[in-house]
């Protein structure tokens, strides 16, 4: 791995995969037949790119195929999914928010609903591969915030089956409406509707680049959960930390994509020098080191500061996904930590502990955006809608100066509305 010296001008230099111009153009074309066209769309798109022969009559997950799934899935794996989904619950739920309402000396009432969405997608990616912490993090945020329907939809295999520890997980979660579709078509089924699929409010959830531009075009028809960049992840040191750790951390994020990112952020350099050996030499059993080798080859780095305290500069210049911090007093540096998705503090806390298990939501802001957005939480599953109700003594002591402010804006029927409110007794305007 490169060795280099902090400078301030630093970043984890990758782009967004934003798609070819002949992908864009591919995905509006689905969008516009399934829109057009409804499930016919949906079950041709399912043949040509899946190879998979369903109808809108077998699309949809039957409670037989759920049953069969329980019956291949071990009890230990079922052990493990139920207390990672209860971990999951009970972290989510402290995040719940309250309708409130307060009253004003003057009568007035002001106030805020939480509502949750309707209906919300969850998009998991299917063929050979199982996905089951994806379920999790995506479908219990929503689960708290009191969503009624949650929609699962996932590529199917050739056979026309979803993994069964995929069905057996959105089982557990009490999922019962998921369709074997995927790509852009099941994006367009989610936000647009079809003969057998209701829209939904929101959809989340990874995919594939085609997946990824969907979600984008159908963005104000429906609401997403965000564009996402390849994972990264930064790890934060000193001289008591240990390299070995520091390297099958670095490692995990790496062999996720070639364009991941794994970075060392350290002011000791004899640290840094004995991660570097490590990574190469864990590197070299890893069955995915061809796709962890590029990533750390394009998109690792270490960088040695002056200071613990350029170091934190660092962090905070990256803005990373994941951030672990193995120091010798890791609490202490937490107020300084102003941009990170997700903070592991000591050498126990590897990040798959996060990404499966521990209760946070795995799924967070990449590519620097930790600097404004946060991970899926309850709150991106809800909204909030304004309560006001404005008392007599408000408007006789106010409507002056709303109108007033109208004006400067020159919008004088806002200004009438407000004074009309002045204007004598409200049944004056009333005739026999």
């Given at each position: ?16 995969d ?16 399934v ?47 139920r ?5 999951i ?15 004003e ?33 995506n ?15 996932s ?11 995929v ?16 790509g ?30 969907a979600?984008?075009?159908v963005?104000?028809?429906v ?75 394009d ?10 305290d ?5 962090v ?97 029927a ?19």
């Amino acid at each position: 791995m490169n060795i280099v010296d902090y400078s301030r001008d630093i970043s984890i230099k990758r782009s967004v995969d934003q798609g070819t111009g002949d992908q864009r153009r591919a995905v509006e074309d689905i969008l516009a037949r399934v829109k057009a066209e409804g499930d016919t769309a949906v079950d041709a798109y399912t043949r040509q790119f899946d190879g998979a022969d369903l109808s809108s009559e077998t699309r949809r997950v039957t409670e037989k195929e759920i049953q069969t799934a329980y019956e291949k899935v071990d009890q230990e794996t079922l052990a493990i999914l139920r207390e990672a989904k209860a971990n999951i619950t009970r972290f989510h739920e402290r995040q719940q928010r309250q309708t409130w309402i307060t009253t004003e000396a003057d009568g007035t009432i002001l106030g805020q609903k939480i509502t949750p969405l309707d209906a919300v997608g969850i998009y998991v990616p299917g063929g050979r591969a199982s996905y089951p912490s994806t379920i999790l993090m995506n479908a219990i945020p929503a689960i708290v915030a009191g969503v009624s329907r949650i929609v699962m939809v996932s590529p199917p295999q050739a056979d026309g089956s979803l993994n069964d520890v995929v069905l057996v997980t959105a089982s557990e979660l009490g999922i019962k409406e998921i369709y074997k579709t995927g790509g852009a078509q099941a994006v367009g089924a989610l936000a647009y509707g079809t003969e057998t699929v209701e829209p939904v409010d929101k959809i989340v959830g990874p995919g594939n680049i085609y997946v990824a531009l969907a979600k984008q075009l159908v963005y104000g028809t429906v609401d997403i959960d965000m564009f996402a960049g390849p994972s990264e992840i930064v790890v934060l040191a000193d001289s008591k930390a240990r390299a070995d750790y520091i390297a099958a951390d670095m490692l995990s994020q790496a062999e996720h994509d070639p364009m991941a990112s794994a970075v060392l952020v350290t002011p000791d350099r004899p640290l840094a020098e004995r991660v570097a050996a490590e990574v190469e030499s864990q590197l070299a059993t890893l069955p995915k080191k061809e796709i962890a080798g590029d990533s750390i080859r394009d998109f690792g780095a270490i960088y040695v500061t002056a200071t613990l305290d350029e170091a934190v500069e660092a962090v905070n210049e990256l803005a990373p996904e994941h951030l672990e911090i193995q120091t010798e007093a890791p609490f202490d540096l937490i107020g300084s930590i102003r941009h990170a998705g997700a903070i592991f503090l000591g050498e126990n806390s590897s990040e798959p502990v996060g990404d499966y298990f521990a209760g946070p939501n795995h799924v967070l802001p990449t590519n620097g955006t930790a600097r404004f957005s946060s991970p899926l939480n309850v709150d991106d599953f809800t909204k909030k809608s304004s309560i006001l109700s404005y008392s007599r003594k408000a408007v006789e002591e106010n409507a002056a100066k709303i109108a007033t402010f109208a004006r400067l804006e020159g919008l004088e029927a806002h200004a009438r509305a407000v004074e009309k409110r002045l204007e004598g007794n409200p049944d004056d305007s009333k005739t026999d």
